[in-house]
């Protein structure tokens, strides 16, 4: 017989581990509405005081799976790899990414979402490509997947409901930041969708969710372990957020970077982030090769146009005008552009990425409540990054902006986001750390 809710609430703030039958009970009941809030608000603090033994964390996984569809991917030919990033500030790598392993023969599945805060969203971005559709039939989802390698998309109210209605209890009770159940949130929509395997890009820094790299180690440990029980195959990395990724933070102007990147004109930076999540996709898909092999190939599918290529046939796909790829003027933007010049002369020692994204939401970019709409054109362009020199009076960011009226606000926020020093700063490492089935290594490039 499976304990009520009383026991299973007293178990838990006990520190005794449930069984897979009392975890089922309390997701099934509460997205049936048949357990109040207060119950399973009471059952959510208790996880996130006591935690979660590994098999309490797979069982309540599998189980939020199983509380609604999945989408099955057995009918596309080939390799399927999902790539999944907990998100930043200028963070614009599945644009890069994954149309680069299509063009390598890796399909790659993706179910996005908006921003919500300091950081952007994915779909939000695309929507700057006119005549992007974001939300595709399943039968149209496994068609671009199968006809260009690559496919981006938002996820339906069935994928997973039980964690929709989870995750806004947890966001009005003080348990968002639980690694048990982040974990269990992330890896349940994540499992939903029918790949071979699983690439997860855990942000650490200053414009991350977790900015303490131990709480994002443990995070993308426990994320592994997941998809390894679940017989995916599964790897992450620890990737720097302690400053925005790349020169734009904005949308259209987001989109356009990613573009250049996939013309060979990408910063040191974000190439590096894609070549590290690309040459995880390649293992997860069952093609071992060293690491500098696999950067090999992704440079000549980049030079020779392919992943362009397969980048044009996407968005085209998806309803997008591909001309978007040659003619940026096709992009959303903005009513306005100011530049903001460097307040001294010196090396850029910090880039606070928060505050950054702060500073986009008050030129339009992002939103603060998931209802207000966003300025596909607006945001930044950075002109100098962490370690490059600057002299007093250089122009160090464009602003774009649809909201003249907090031109101050912005500025003020990128003054106090910009640090200096006198002296040379070394350039930022940008991925820490490498998790696979074997545990937790240093990156190694």
């Known amino acids: 017989m499976t304990n009520g809710m009383y026991e299973i609430i007293s178990k ?27 119950q399973v608000a009471a059952w959510l603090m208790a996880i996130y005081i006591r935690g979660m033994a590994d098999r309490e964390l797979a069982d309540l996984t599998e189980i939020m799976l199983d ?20 998100g930043g ?27 919500l805060g300091h950081t952007g969203g994915t779909l939000d971005k695309l929507e700057a490509i006119p005549g992007m559709n974001v939300f595709l039939s399943l039968d149209r989802f496994r068609d671009v997947l199968a006809d260009t390698g690559m496919v981006i998309c938002g996820q339906t109210d069935n994928i997973v409901p039980a964690d929709k209605k989870l995750y806004a209890l947890r966001d009005a009770t003080a348990t968002v930041s639980c690694i048990p159940l982040i974990a269990s949130s992330i890896m349940s929509k994540k499992l939903a969708l029918g790949s071979d ?4 890009d855990v942000k650490t820094g200053s414009g991350a969710f977790m900015r303490e790299e131990e709480d994002s180690i443990r995070l993308c440990r426990t994320m592994v372990a997941i998809g390894e029980k679940m017989g995916r195959p599964t790897l992450g990395i620890i990737s720097n957020m302690d400053q925005p990724l790349g020169r734009a933070v904005g949308n259209g102007l987001e989109m356009i970077e990613s573009i250049e990147a996939l013309k060979g004109n990408g910063p040191r930076d974000i ?6 999540l690309g040459w995880c996709m390649l293992r997860a898909a069952g093609q071992e090769m060293p690491y500098d092999q696999a950067v090999a190939k992704f440079a000549e599918a980049i030079a020779s146009g392919r992943a362009l290529d397969v980048f044009r046939r996407f968005i085209a796909a998806q309803g997008g005008d591909g001309r978007v790829c040659e003619d940026y003027s096709l992009f959303p933007s903005s009513r306005l552009r100011e530049d903001f010049p460097a307040p001294e002369t010196g090396w850029i020692s910090r880039i606070d990425s928060f505050a950054v994204g702060m500073a986009a939401i008050d030129t339009g970019a992002g939103r603060r409540k998931k209802e207000d709409a966003v300025a596909h054109g607006s945001g930044f362009v950075f002109h100098a990054n962490v370690g490059d020199k600057v002299a007093k009076g250089q122009k160090l960011v464009t602003i774009h902006s649809d909201r003249p009226e907090l031109l101050a606000s912005v500025r003020e926020r990128l ?3 910009i640090r200096f020093n006198r002296k040379p700063v070394a350039k ?18």
Not at 13 to 34: H, M, N, P, S
Not at 75 to 82: H, L, M, P
């Open 67 to 86: 509380s609604g569809d999945r989408i099955p991917l057995d009918g596309v030919a080939g390799k399927k790899i999902d790539k999944h990033s907990t």
């Open 197 to 200: 395997g699983i690439v997860l």
């Open 271 to 276: 190439m590096e982030v894609t070549y590290a």
């Open 89 to 115: 500030v200028g963070d614009k790598i599945s644009f890069v990414v994954a149309p680069l392993l299509a063009a390598c023969g890796v399909r790659v599945p993706m179910l996005s979402g908006r921003g």
């Open 415 to 417: 003054g106090a986001a």
């Open 12 to 38: 838990k703030r006990d520190g005794q581990e449930l069984e897979r039958g009392e975890i089922a009970f309390v997701i099934d009941g509460y997205v049936k509405g048949e357990i109040p809030d207060y």
């Open 428 to 445: 930022p490492k940008m991925v820490l750390h490498l998790a696979d089935k074997k545990g937790i290594t240093p990156w190694f490039y």
